[in-house]
């Protein structure tokens, strides 16, 4: 799983329009190569030319600021979004408007930051270390684990945005995606309280225009009744496109009729403990320290007027459903 070339962990250039570009294609797999052929229409052309266009787009963008141009990066909008140009770019823009507008939840994304490190160390959020057997990588999520009294919403996005980051260059994740398990029996009315729908729609925007990732599927296990309303809400917030990836199970013995049990940890039917999976990811994570610290300095200017700080500052209308919800749940 974290078999990776010798260059993933190096700091790319901040410089929107540097005198040379990083040009390094890693090499794919027979297997994913076909997956990038028949499911994404990429070839060397294809890949070169949307390369250059991208790259033209942030050169020429007056709002964009700083920003990484290497190849792995680029490949995550292209790949994607199946090399719609217009998608890519718009994607990468309001990547980078989340950043500057949510700088909580998008940057620090530090492992060693005693907060996130320690719910790192916990075992909420980590991906697994094999494939499926469509090449994809699964992410598992053990809510019991979040303590509502030490973490906020924010912590919560901030593992998520981590764990994807520590992801999202991977060429295998690019081409085949990866597939979400949540299990939610440990859910707890405090832990709902901690979100507000404000920050669930917000959240979902992001999910469905800002992520650039092939979320394929999305799996929830033991979903507590008290929780219906919530991920109701949420769902209706999704593409429907992303709506369609959603199932849910009474328990673990449904979901592995969908996803192969051995690939899971110990705990939960699979074959090896979830501390190794844990440590495997931290030691990752440690890795890509500066490489994700670096990231923080990418820059895009947005202004009042602009449709992200429109999108993420009209609250107006939650404001007071937002006190009703979290009233209605804490009782």
Same mark, same amino acid.
Do not use: H
């Given at each position: 799983m974290y078999k990776v070339e010798s260059n993933f962990y190096s700091v790319p250039s901040l410089d929107k329009s540097p005198a040379s570009y990083d040009n390094q294609v890693a090499e794919l797999s027979d297997f994913y190569k076909k997956i990038a052929q028949e499911e994404l229409r990429e070839d060397d052309s294809t890949r070169e030319?949307?390369?250059?266009?991208? &790259?033209?787009? %942030?050169?020429? /963008?007056?709002? %964009? &600021?700083k920003c990484r141009t290497d190849t792995p990066f680029l490949l995550r909008? #292209? &790949?994607s979004k199946k090399y719609c140009i217009n998608t890519a770019t718009e994607t990468l823009e309001k990547y980078l408007a989340g950043r500057v507008l949510h700088p909580d939840w998008f940057k620090n994304l530090d492992v060693q930051d005693p907060e996130l490190g320690a719910l790192v160390d916990s075992g909420y959020l980590f991906p697994l270390l094999e494939r499926d057997s469509q090449g994809r990588t699964l992410i598992f999520n053990d809510t019991a684990q979040l303590d509502p009294t030490k973490y906020t919403a924010a912590h919560v996005t901030r593992i998520h945005l981590l764990t994807n980051e520590? #992801?999202?260059?991977?060429?295998?994740?690019?081409?085949?995606?990866?597939?979400?398990?949540?299990?939610?029996?440990?859910?707890?009315?405090a832990q709902l309280s901690l979100v507000s729908l404000n920050e669930i729609r917000i959240l979902a925007g992001y999910? +469905? +225009?800002?992520?650039?990732m092939r979320i394929r599927e999305f799996h929830f296990v033991n979903t507590p009744s008290a929780t219906l309303t %919530?991920? /109701?809400?949420? #769902?209706?917030? #999704?593409?429907?496109?992303? &709506?369609e990836r959603v199932f849910c199970h009474k328990n673990f013995d449904e979901l592995y009729t969908k996803v192969d049990r051995n690939l899971l940890p110990k705990e939960f039917g699979g074959k090896s403990p979830k501390a190794e999976y844990i440590a495997a990811f931290k030691q990752h994570c440690l890795k890509l320290r500066d490489k994700l610290n670096n990231s923080d300095l990418m820059d895009i200017e947005i202004s009042k007027d602009s449709k992200y700080w429109q999108e993420s500052h009209s609250a107006e209308l939650e404001s007071g459903a937002i006190g009703s919800f979290r009233q209605l749940v804490v009782d």
């Open positions: 030319k949307s390369l250059q266009q991208m &790259r033209d787009w %942030i050169a020429k /963008n007056p709002n %964009i &600021r909008y #292209l &790949r520590a #992801l999202y260059d991977m060429p295998e994740v690019q081409c085949a995606g990866v597939v979400m398990v949540y299990d939610l029996s440990g859910m707890s009315l999910l +469905n +225009n800002g992520t650039p %919530i991920v /109701n809400f949420a #769902l209706q917030l #999704l593409s429907e496109k992303l &709506r």
